[in-house]
């Protein structure tokens, strides 16, 4: 039997499926007769009100203008927040709310970081506080953001989280040798939980040196999920050869 991922009641998302969901049975439609306004299947309405696909702008906007906007709803501006939402970039979205919180196993490798995972709250303030133009609320915005993120361990069936990481990260201090003290306090209690692998790889190791990634495995067959960082935007993507090449290099490093 699958076992849905807990999802956030407060989330635009969450909101877009339940108000999708009020209106559509107070206007006494069925699913099927909104998936024919939408252009989608029946399915699709389903996982819109489940709050387990991700609505497009076309999809507001039909709905905005099939039921209108009764007691203010707007599914145009829930759309806007869903797309923008506070604490992390767009393009991050889908991993974070799709993705990683239905893998059944997550594998990672970063030579020059701990991974958000397994981050303490003071050492991700300390690395966005550090970025270029950054306010201080978009700071506490990213850091509640990743802290959030992080919930999916602590879930009645977590995934499996295997990390690689460079044995120099250990040694790289971020802030003060108080806030680095906490930070591998907590990688060690982290690496103690029976759904946590951390490995060390010897700095020597060069073959992930092109950066760091994380592969998505998720169950019933469905295709691996690649994240792969650049110095500006990740790279989401399930193209088979790009997977595999991913694969191969994370085989490379952990042996």
Known sequence: ????????????????????????????????????????????????????????KSDAERLDRLFGTPDGVSFTRLFQRIAAPPGGPVWFRSWVEEIEPTARI???????????????????????????QITCDEVEQ??????????????ENPPMCLVLIDEGVLRRQIGDSELMRKQLGHLLESAHRPTVSVQVVDSECVAG?????????????????????????????????????????YEAIRL
């Not at 997550?106 to 300390?126: F, V």
């Not at 990213?142 to 879930?155: G, H, K, S, W």
């Not at 092109?210 to 690649?226: H, K, S, T, Y």
Request: charged content about 25%.
């Open 1 to 56: 039997m699958d076992v849905m991922p807990s999802l956030d009641p407060g989330s635009p998302r969450v909101r877009f499926g339940a108000e999708l969901r009020r209106l559509r049975e107070a206007a006494q439609l069925s699913q099927a007769a909104v998936a024919a306004r939408l252009g989608c299947t029946q399915t699709q309405v389903s996982r819109l009100e489940k709050a387990t696909r991700t609505p497009s």
């Open 106 to 132: 997550l594998r990672s490798w970063d030579p020059l970081l701990i991974p958000g995972l397994l981050q303490t709250e003071a050492y991700a303030r300390h690395l966005f506080s550090r970025g270029p």
């Open 142 to 155: 990213r850091v509640e953001a990743r802290m959030q993120r992080q919930r999916i361990l602590d879930r």
């Open 209 to 249: 040196l092109a950066g760091a990634f994380m592969i998505a495995e998720f169950a019933n067959g469905e295709p691996d999920v690649v994240h792969a960082d650049s110095p500006t935007q990740g790279h989401i993507t399930t193209d088979c050869d790009l997977v595999s090449a991913i694969w191969k290099h």
